[in-house]
């Protein structure tokens, strides 16, 4: 049979041009780059306004924030590093991207439309609702900046070492091209041209993945049951199953939470629901970034096992130990150096698409959060805060080019699971507590936040992931890897706890009238 | 009035007297109607949470304690993780289509009739 004959002269990679300037991967980039900043110039003469700038000017459908919602998630750690974790460890990768997933129908069940009828442009308007607008804010940007910072870190660093090994370009001018282009979408386009980037990165990457997955599928007959007999011939039955993913239950509950919960605090996927006109909108719109999600995780297992057929494992583990390149290698194999330009500059253009995200939810947090309603007092023209979002962007445009400057060469993957659980722990408590539950005070609130911020911080450091894999302890204090477990039943706890013991009665009245809001959109912004 | 303080200014006297027609919003927030929508929105929610809440932590049980189970092969290399595996990633995206389809076809009349007597 010639399937077997192509079987048997497997792996056989090709040598690769990855790190050499690609012709079209450098034009499609300047032309990803072109067309954003042409919709950032056409966005600038629509953003006027707050509301324009921070959501959009609430005018985004559902199904173009279901788009942009994942658009917003699908990183390019997601795409090349699942598929990578894939294509070398075999099924625990598949685990992995459902812990990503499963988090996204808790969002919609649990918060979305309450968030979009009490908020106006952050998740901190609604836990200060009914609660004393200052301690809640100054606490609640505290959860909002850490998630972002650690997010934006673990971001800069991928790529600058990414777009070295794909351009040959020097890390610390991918860095700065990085962060420049991302701080001129959002400093002039605010929310409308970080919407559209999210939503043409978002159509690329699905598109770009699935032409993947059709040309390495083309070579096993279409059959995905041949390609599971590659992949088991070559690399033995056991990578199609559970492997050595999950060794402590405790470790994977845990990381479980975090991954969960913590999609459901993140500050910037949260405040892509004020960008829609109402509930309905922001309900349609969970319901459509859930199954572009999910199907984007079912491309990434189908590229992994093919890269690891196709490409073969000892030749993606040869240029990078965690199998980030993966992906490329096997759109190089399959679709050739103009194929391998497009998902390079794809890659690209994801990177840029997410920190833009991270940035604008930093900036609001500052600007609305901390500048209107802790310098100001709540009073403030409209004039004034959109001078300090505008100045606010900047200055995490530089700060995130300093962070990606300074932790090269740095271990960060850590961080995206730092920024999860921190999202799982300081932000959503809070967050789901002031929703549901009546008797929730400002003082439990802060007490909350501040816990599962103070003890994800705490026990990270305490962890595995740090003392053992990053300062080379033999043990470490704290056992799990990642705090979320610790962390999120703390700041609930603590919640409860300082709620009880002090009752607050005009924040529990005021949970009876804001029902008319959270349920009925009466007054919604 | 409620059983609480009322401080919001929608609750305020004079509101009451503008529109004869129109029932006061504290009357809204008493009515059984409004109760039932409540109660029912947070009843389909938390069936729904639990429900993926159990097949995800089950999952990782699963995985956890028998992962024999998992390697069962179910065709010539399949194993029954496969299935397993993206079963939840569909069944994750089907939880969300229940939800809009209940909140689209019952929620948001009843939220509509309720509005209506306000306004």
Request: aromatic share 12%; hydrophobic share 55%.
């Amino acid at each position: 049979m010639q399937l077997s004959l192509l079987l048997q002269a497997l792996p056989a990679p090709a040598a690769s041009t990855l790190g050499t300037a690609n012709p079209v991967s450098i034009g499609m980039f300047f032309l990803f780059v072109a067309v954003t900043l042409y919709i950032t110039y056409w966005a600038a003469k629509k953003t006027k306004t707050g509301s324009e700038f921070y959501a959009a000017g609430r005018n985004i459908s559902g199904f173009q924030n279901g788009l942009a919602l994942a658009g917003d998630y699908m990183s390019a750690a997601s795409f090349l590093g699942i598929a990578g974790m894939v294509a070398t460890k075999g099924y625990d990768g598949l685990i992995y991207s459902i812990g990503f997933l499963v988090g996204w129908p808790l969002i919609m069940f649990l918060i979305a439309e309450p968030l979009r009828n009490l908020g106006k442009y952050t998740f901190a308007d609604v836990v200060a609702y009914r609660l004393r607008q200052r301690p809640i804010r100054i606490v609640s940007s505290v959860g909002s900046l850490l998630t972002i910072a650690f997010y934006l870190i673990a971001q800069m660093v991928g790529a600058g070492g990414l777009i070295k090994t794909l351009f040959g370009l020097e890390y610390e001018i991918a860095v700065l091209v990085v962060g420049c282009v991302m701080t001129l979408y959002v400093l002039f386009g605010g929310m409308i041209a970080t919407t559209w980037v999210q939503i043409i990165k978002a159509v690329l990457l699905l598109s770009g993945a699935t032409v993947l997955v059709l040309l390495s599928l083309s070579k096993f007959g279409f059959s995905p049951g041949n390609l599971l007999e590659s992949v088991s011939t070559n690399y033995g039955q056991e990578m199609l199953a559970p492997g050595g993913y999950i060794t402590n239950p405790f470790d994977a509950l845990s990381l479980g939470l975090a991954l969960m919960l913590g999609t459901a605090g993140l500050p910037h996927i949260l405040m892509r629901f004020y960008t829609v006109p109402d509930a309905k909108a922001a309900r349609k719109s969970v319901f459509v970034a859930t199954g572009f999600i999910g199907y984007f995780y079912l491309l990434t297992f189908l590229i992994g096992f093919s890269a690891m057929a196709l490409v073969g494992k000892p030749a993606i583990e040869g240029i990078d130990k965690g199998g980030n390149m993966a992906a490329l290698l096997l759109a190089e194999q399959t679709g050739g150096t103009a194929f391998l330009g497009f998902i390079a500059a794809v890659a690209f253009a994801t990177i840029l698409a997410v920190v833009a995200g991270l940035t604008l939810s930093g900036a609001s947090s500052i600007s609305h959060d901390l500048y209107v309603h802790v310098f100001k007092n709540g009073v403030s023209n409209e004039q004034g805060e959109m001078k300090v979002a505008k100045r606010a962007t900047i200055a995490l445009g530089i700060l995130s080019i300093v962070l990606g400057l300074v932790f090269k060469g740095q271990n960060v993957a850590f961080m995206v699971g730092l920024a999860f659980s921190i999202a799982a722990s300081a932000n959503f408590p809070a967050l789901l507590m002031s929703i549901i539950w009546k008797r929730f005070t400002t003082k439990g609130a802060v007490w909350s936040i501040a816990t599962g911020a103070v003890l994800s911080l705490v026990l990270i450091v305490l962890s595995p992931t740090i003392m053992v894999d990053i300062m080379g302890y033999d043990e470490a204090i704290f056992p799990l890897k990642n705090p979320a477990l610790v962390s999120m039943s703390g700041a609930f706890l603590m919640g409860i706890v300082v709620s009880l013991l002090k009752p607050e009665p005009t924040a529990a009245a005021k949970f009876e009238s804001e029902k008319l809001r959270t349920y009925l959109g009466v007054g919604a912004e | 009035m409620g059983k609480f303080p009322v401080s919001s200014t929608l609750f305020h006297p004079i509101i009451k007297k503008m529109s004869d027609l129109s029932t006061p919003p504290h009357e809204i927030l008493e009515s059984s109607a409004f109760k039932k929508l409540v109660k029912q929105r947070w009843s389909v929610s938390l069936v729904l949470t639990f429900a993926m809440l159990l097949v995800y932590f089950g999952f990782l049980l699963v995985v956890a304690f028998n992962k024999e189970l998992l390697a069962k092969k179910i065709g010539a290399y399949a194993t029954l993780a496969i299935p397993v595996g993206l079963g939840i990633i569909l069944f994750a995206w089907v939880l969300t289509g229940i939800y809009v389809f209940w909140a689209n076809s019952k929620y948001d009349s009843s939220v509509e009739e309720l509005k209506k007597k306000i306004s």
